[in-house]
């Protein structure tokens, strides 16, 4: 069973940058496909962003063109950069290994990390 573990969340203000990062341990990162969401209070957990075993990427509405993901295969992290933070960007910010599949993100019900809060302060 893969493990995932998020790092990097904090207390930024608005208009600043956060980088967060997922590392994966019990798999062969290389072959899966992974995903950033995120749940603030109160709302669903919606899609940051996604990257695919062969590096194709897809972004929430909300997020393309501030957030950009990437991943290390050699490190087995996904890393996400997040510019230009707004006060709606405040939420608990999640890993999961998923499916990638015809430019669509299929989350998996069990492969998720902990969690990191990223809170942006206007």
């Known amino acids: 069973q893969v493990q995932l573990v998020e790092s990097g969340g904090g207390l930024v203000q608005a208009g600043g940058s956060l980088r967060l990062s997922c590392t994966a341990s019990?798999?062969?990162?290389?072959?899966?496909?992974f995903g950033w969401y995120r749940q603030a209070p109160g709302k669903q957990r919606e899609l940051v962003a996604a990257i695919s075993r062969h590096h194709s990427t897809k972004y929430g509405d909300s997020m393309l063109g501030r957030f950009t993901i990437s991943r290390d295969n050699a490190k087995n992290t996904v890393d996400l950069e997040m510019n230009s933070l707004k006060p709606e960007d405040t939420a608990v910010y999640y890993c999961?290994?998923?499916?990638?599949?015809?430019?669509?993100?299929?989350?998996?019900?069990?492969?998720w990390g902990q969690g990191t809060q990223v809170t942006v302060s206007s």
């Open positions: 999961n290994r998923g499916i990638y599949w015809n430019s669509n993100y299929y989350p998996s019900h069990d492969d």
């Open positions: 019990g798999t062969t990162f290389s072959s899966h496909d």
